[in-house]
């Protein structure tokens, strides 16, 4: 299957520091990159989506500004956490997908997730 | 009402038992369903997707009930490597893209 990884793995920093998260397809190109954020007990949460080349859609209660998402390329999205704070401390997981036109659902494949915690 | 929902569990069950979980959603107009299936501190994974006429993998068998709008997983003879949380998880297509709606998960823990 396709690899989806993801760096770092986990991060502590202080509160109001800036966290970037890069998320990389390594074996495909993805036309869509999805991010998540689960916290503990909790489903994964659709924070964003991200098609490569233009401005990434972001879901209903998450805020554009604080969440920077950039995706450059066909195999790389970054998503930049600005002034964390604790509350932001949770597990932030992306997913990429591979666009078959002849298939009307493409399966997601997802990073490793990287757990941030903010101090 | 949440979109997708699921018994939390944990489900603790002996090694070589059936289980079986269930999950409903809110949203009729749902396309694609899914079980992926989630390892602690892990990223989910795709355990099978579920069919209108219900599909097998190996020890796992997934059904769909459309007019009542469960989704349904069952394990048979069940491994302690099948210890995990397992997502339900929904794709509204229609406009909705290709977003992915997951349920909380149920827990389960096979033991000796």
């Known amino acids: 299957g396709a690899v989806v990884s993801q760096h770092p793995s986990w991060v502590i920093c202080k509160s109001g520091t800036s966290v970037k998260i890069e998320c990389r397809s390594l074996?495909?190109?993805?036309?869509?990159m999805f991010w998540y954020r689960q916290f503990p007990k909790q489903s994964l949460m659709l924070m964003a989506t991200s098609n490569e080349g233009s401005k990434a859609t972001y879901e209903q209660g998450v805020e554009k500004d604080k969440f920077l998402i950039n995706h450059a390329s066909l195999t790389l999205s970054t998503l930049t956490v600005t002034s964390a704070h604790p509350e932001d401390s949770s597990f932030y997981i992306c997913?990429?997908?591979?666009?078959?036109?002849?298939?009307?659902?493409?399966?997601?494949?997802f990073g490793p997730g990287t757990r941030l915690t903010v101090l | 009402r949440k979109e997708v929902e699921q018994d939390p569990g944990p489900f603790n069950v002996p090694e070589g038992a059936t289980v079986a979980f269930n999950c409903t959603y809110s949203?009729?107009?749902?396309?694609?369903f899914f079980w992926y299936r989630q390892d602690c501190r892990k990223e989910p994974k795709l355990l099978m997707s579920v069919y209108s006429s219900g599909n097998e993998d190996g020890r796992f068998t997934a059904q769909l009930n459309r007019a009542s709008q469960y989704i349904s997983l069952l394990i048979r003879d069940s491994k302690l490597s099948d210890s995990a949380t397992y997502l339900c998880v929904v794709n509204p297509l229609t406009g909705g893209g290709n977003k992915l709606t997951f349920g909380t998960g149920t827990q389960l823990k096979v033991e000796l």
């Open positions: 074996d495909f190109q993805a036309t869509t």
């Open positions: 997913s990429a997908r591979y666009h078959d036109r002849g298939n009307s659902y493409n399966e997601q494949f």
């Open positions: 949203n009729s107009a749902s396309q694609s």
